[in-house]
């Protein structure tokens, strides 16, 4: 896999109903690896996003009897921010809008296969 494809997979998941924009951003650094979308400043969310599931890591003995986090979502008054991990390492970040129609089934579906594409790399 190449890093073109990464990108294809990834303006894939933006061109989805509803989605504004998305980025891959690497956990621990909160580097953003890709974005795109249909907003100014997707790249800065992006980073400034993965700050909530670096939170959950820190704190996450607290929820162990939940199991494993496999997605996060915060609901602001103009957007959605909703966070999954996506490959070793790596967070699909995307911002949709309230009642935006968005396929939550589909995301997922195409949130793993651009997890494979990120761990083939």
Do not use: N
């Amino acid at each position: 896999m190449t890093e073109k494809a990464l990108r294809t997979a990834l303006e894939s998941m933006a061109a989805m109903q509803g989605v504004e924009g998305c980025a891959l951003v690497e956990i621990e650094a909160g580097m953003v690896w890709h974005h795109v979308g249909h907003i100014e400043g997707v790249q800065t969310f992006a980073e400034a996003a993965s700050d909530y599931w670096r939170l959950y890591q820190r704190l996450s003995h607290q929820f162990e009897g939940l199991g494993d986090l496999r997605a996060s979502v915060m609901m602001h008054a103009y957007g959605r921010i909703t966070l999954l991990p996506c490959g070793v390492g790596v967070l699909l970040v995307m911002l949709t809008r309230d009642k935006s129609g968005t396929d939550w089934t589909k995301v997922q579906t195409k949130a793993k296969e651009l997890a494979l594409v990120v761990d083939a790399l």
